[in-house]
């Protein structure tokens, strides 16, 4: 189980840096128009909707990716000091209650609203038109993967509620642990302190 668990966590994270590489599109997007407009007097008007796009994708698609990574936002006030049963107890209720039918329903509206905008070939309202279906079609894709990655954290639920424990997540990018870095470049707090007043001493002979 923990295996699949993990395999799950792997393909969340993989469509989520897959999907990130669409800020490099942005970015280069957004300065060849500022080029184009200012420079050689050629703005384009399709560049906004596919600078919308793009950003769309990437917003949508972050969603397993973070949710794998439990990185969404919770109000850790009172979460935080409970044990870990009742913290799965927690998440398990909201996950049946809320996620579940909030993620089946987008997933299954946005397959039908993409079908419908492919089925008229749907462009945008400018006069550079562009095709709006293939990123329609990013909707469903982002619901069902977000979908299967909510199956996994539902399935942690179960196993924390029955061991006391949570089970081990795929590891990734994580915020700077500074103590840990400390003890990597064997620095100490005395260390620091010194140099801190080297510092103050300094500053007060000038």
Not at 6 to 33: M, Y
Not at 80 to 103: E, H, K, M, N, S
Request: hydrophobic content about 50%; aromatic content about 12%; proline content about 4%.
């Amino acid at each position: 189980m923990q295996n699949w668990l993990l395999a799950v966590d792997r393909f969340s994270t993989w469509i989520g840096k897959a999907c990130a590489w669409t800020v490099v599109g942005l970015t280069l997007l957004i300065t060849w128009e500022v080029f184009s407009r200012y420079a050689l007097n050629k703005p384009h008007a399709w560049v906004l909707d596919a600078q919308i796009m793009l950003y769309g994708t990437l917003f949508m698609t972050a969603g397993a990716y973070t949710l794998s990574k439990s990185g969404h936002v919770r109000g850790d006030v009172l979460y935080g000091f409970f044990r870990p049963r009742t913290q799965a107890a927690i998440d398990l209720a909201l996950y049946i209650v809320f996620f579940l039918p909030g993620i089946v329903a987008l997933t299954w509206a946005g397959w039908t609203y993409a079908n419908e905008s492919l089925a008229i070939r749907e462009q945008t309202f400018n006069a550079d038109p562009i095709p709006v279906y293939p990123f329609k079609f990013v909707i469903p894709f982002a619901g069902a993967i977000l979908l299967l990655q909510g199956l996994v954290e539902i399935a942690r639920c179960v196993i924390c509620l029955r061991a006391g424990a949570w089970p081990a997540r795929e590891g990734d990018v994580e915020e700077v642990d500074v103590d840990k870095l400390k003890e990597m470049v064997h620095v100490k707090d005395a260390d620091i302190e010194a140099l801190d007043r080297l510092v103050v001493s300094k500053e007060g002979t000038k």
